[in-house]
């Protein structure tokens, strides 16, 4: 059974480090999901792509149920998410690692629960949404190997794929948040609904529109992410063995 696993995000499509790695299939009730199991520090560990192969599906189209449905199946219990966002704050640059801790949903058109068609109306508490015990044991992490990050911080989430308009910024800015990606809901909403811990180390790629005046592209996103990707790697590697 696999206790660990690593999401994916934005720039983060395979599974290095890890030993011993076998692709997996699996078909859930909720469509089909594509995984690696591997080792790492004497663990199994599971890391999922959330964008598929070849990042090929768009944040709205991530088949969120039969991910966390399929990490629940192979026994995770802890699960490690990475995110490509923009930053609302002049002060919070490209580059700088956020733990973060709340959210804001903006997301309009996904499935958003495993409670409904006949299972039992559920309402899950979302008071913390992101898991405390792994979010310290990412802080100490950080610590011990002198990794610069900011802990805690509110992630909106919108829909996309489209980036967001200088105006909403503006809105998202005075409603509290810090920064802005396309994923972190609903997956730690369903994780928690599987009674999973999850947090996630979102990597601002970017100031979001309008904070610098200067067109927004994907490429500028791939661009930052690939040349900060190691710390993310360092940063998970390094707290899967805690
Ligand atoms: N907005 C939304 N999602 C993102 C951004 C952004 O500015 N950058 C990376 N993912």
Redesign the pocket.
């Known amino acids: 059974m696999a206790k660990k696993a690593i999401i994916g995000g934005?720039g983060v499509y395979d599974a290095q480090r890890l030993k011993n790695n076998e692709q997996q299939t699996m078909e859930t009730p909720f469509g089909k999901t594509v995984y690696t199991l591997g080792e790492y520090g004497g663990d199994t560990v599971v890391f999922l792509p959330r964008h598929g192969e070849g990042h090929h599906l768009p944040p709205h189209q991530v088949p969120y149920r039969a991910n966390l449905y399929a990490l629940r199946e192979l026994g995770v219990t802890e699960i490690y998410a990475t995110a490509?966002?923009?930053s609302v704050h002049k002060n919070l640059p490209p580059g700088s690692l956020v733990v973060v801790d709340q959210f804001l949903d903006f997301t309009k058109s996904r499935p958003v629960t495993f409670f409904e068609d006949g299972n039992p109306v559920t309402h899950v508490d979302m008071t913390d949404p992101f898991c405390g015990r792994l979010r310290k044991k990412l802080a100490k992490s950080a610590a011990e190997q002198s990794l610069p990050i900011v802990y805690g911080g509110t992630y909106v989430c919108?829909e996309?794929p489209r980036?967001?308009t200088s105006a909403e910024i503006r809105m998202f800015d005075r409603m509290g948040g810090d920064v802005?990606?396309?994923t972190a809901v609903p997956e730690v909403v369903l994780a928690k609904e599987l009674g999973m811990c999850y947090a996630s180390v979102a990597m601002v790629?970017?100031y979001?529109?309008g904070i610098t005046g200067d067109v927004?592209t994907h490429q500028e996103?791939l661009d930052v992410m690939s040349e900060n990707v190691h710390r993310i790697r360092d940063l998970f590697f390094h707290t899967l063995l805690a």
């Open positions: 934005t490509a966002v923009g919108t996309g980036f967001e802005v990606g396309m790629t970017n979001c529109s927004l996103v």
